[in-house]
Nanobody, 120 residues
Framework: QVQLVESGGGLVQAGGSLRLSCAAA????????MAWFRQAPGKQRELVAS???????AYADSVKGRFTISRDNANNTVYLQMNSLKPEDTAVYYC??????????????WGQGTQVTVSS
């Protein structure tokens, strides 16, 4: 069994900062790509940022220069530092990871989601 546990969401004023964390736990043999997605009310889930095991990084245009994704391979954790937050960043943020379990099977796993609300 594998779980992704997120933390760090909350309410912040425009211009403020939040840091999201997502820790993977369970029968983990290895993790390839890790990513953050978000879904605002009435909208489709969208990719915010992704990072490979070798730390190649990609960002959505809407967050470039404001958000920073990082990971700690030793602790199976991915982070999202969000600065200069805007009301349009308001969404439920989901952690995503490609994980190989000890049974040698690969799968894509999702966290439970954490709410980020940015007030104007």
């Amino acid at each position: 069994q594998v779980q992704l546990v997120e933390s760090g969401g909350g309410l912040v004023q425009a211009g403020g900062s939040l840091r999201l964390s997502c820790a993977a736990a369970g029968s983990i043999h290895g993790i390839n790509n890790m990513a953050w997605f978000r879904q605002a009310p009435g909208k489709q889930r969208e990719l915010v940022a992704s990072i490979t095991r070798g730390r190649s990084i990609a960002y959505a245009d809407s967050v470039k220069g404001r958000f920073t994704i990082s990971r700690d391979n030793a602790n199976n954790t991915v982070y999202l530092q969000m600065n200069s937050l805007k009301p349009e960043d308001t969404a439920v943020y989901y952690c995503n990871a490609e994980i190989r379990t000890y049974s040698k099977s690969w799968g894509t796993y999702w966290g439970q989601g954490t709410q980020v609300t940015v007030s104007s």
